[in-house]
């Protein structure tokens, strides 16, 4: 499937107060927010041992979503001018048959990894990863509070997109913490209404909301560049949260906007 999805980071000295207010909100431009159970999930993520997926610029990843289990693929996108991107999801339930098919889009795009030993179907996810040759490359947290945008006016079952408050947590020898709402469109040609709500959150926050052309892969892995290099100072990290500063010495490593 194309996932289309904008994103914001927040970007305060007080990030759990902005990602607070943000979650107490019961409208959104033309839009109701509907309260959706919040979600625990665990990432990890995984490449060969010479980065061969980072080359393709592909993500391949293992979610724990609550109880549920999910292998992932991603490609990368470069977003439109209202910070709006569009790429390839492969999201499956966590299955032999569903690493079948994600083994086969990498050789189709000349990844060939070993092949799983027999009754592998009963060993944790991760320990299949590294029969297969991968490492680990980031593992992160993330406490997800979902709302449901549906239209002020009749039908109002019908979900246009979803918001998602993530607080994250990257773990690293420390754990660092970062705050960011996505907006991902839930039904075709929903792009004007992902414009919509990033307008009107950015007019209602100001620069505390600031739109971001980075995924959370990438973000973690600057993240760790720049803390081997010692830059990450007091100006930068506070009690584990990420400061303003960081994100402007973070965005300047990155670059040009991109999964990795």
């Known amino acids: 499937m194309i996932e289309i999805e904008a994103t914001l980071i927040i970007v305060s000295d007080n990030p759990d107060v902005v990602a607070r207010q943000i979650a107490d909100r019961t409208e959104l431009g033309n839009f109701q927010l509907q309260p959706q159970r919040t979600q625990e999930i665990h990432d990890l993520y995984f490449d060969t041992t010479d980065s061969a997926l980072k080359g393709k610029k592909l993500g391949l990843r293992l979610r724990k979503r609550d109880d549920a289990r999910q292998i992932t693929l991603k490609d990368d996108a470069l977003p439109n001018s209202h910070g709006i991107v569009e790429r390839l999801e ?12 994600i083994l086969k889009e990498l050789r189709n795009r ?27 490359v980031q593992e992160r947290r993330c ?41 991902e469109a839930m039904l075709p040609g929903q792009l004007l209404v992902l414009q919509n709500a990033v307008e009107n959150l950015r007019q209602d926050f100001g620069p505390v909301l600031r739109t971001w052309d980075h995924s959370k892969l990438a973000l973690g892995k600057a993240i760790e560049a720049l803390r081997r290099e010692g830059m990450f100072r007091d100006a930068f990290v506070s009690n584990g949260y990420l400061m303003p500063a960081a994100y402007g010495e973070i965005e300047k490593r990155l670059g040009s906007p991109s999964c990795f």
Request: aromatic share 8%.
């Open 110 to 136: 000349q990844i060939v990894l070993a092949e799983p030993a027999l009754k592998w179907a009963n060993a944790e996810p991760s320990q299949v990863m590294q029969r297969l040759g991968l490492e680990l």
């Open 143 to 183: 406490r997800r509070q979902v709302r449901h945008l549906v239209p002020r006016e009749e039908p109002k079952n019908t979900v246009l997109a979803e918001l998602a408050i993530d607080f994250v947590v990257y773990h690293f020898d420390l754990d660092i913490f970062h705050h960011e709402i996505e907006i």
């Open 90 to 101: 492969i999201e499956l339930p966590w299955s032999e048959v569903a690493l079948a098919g």
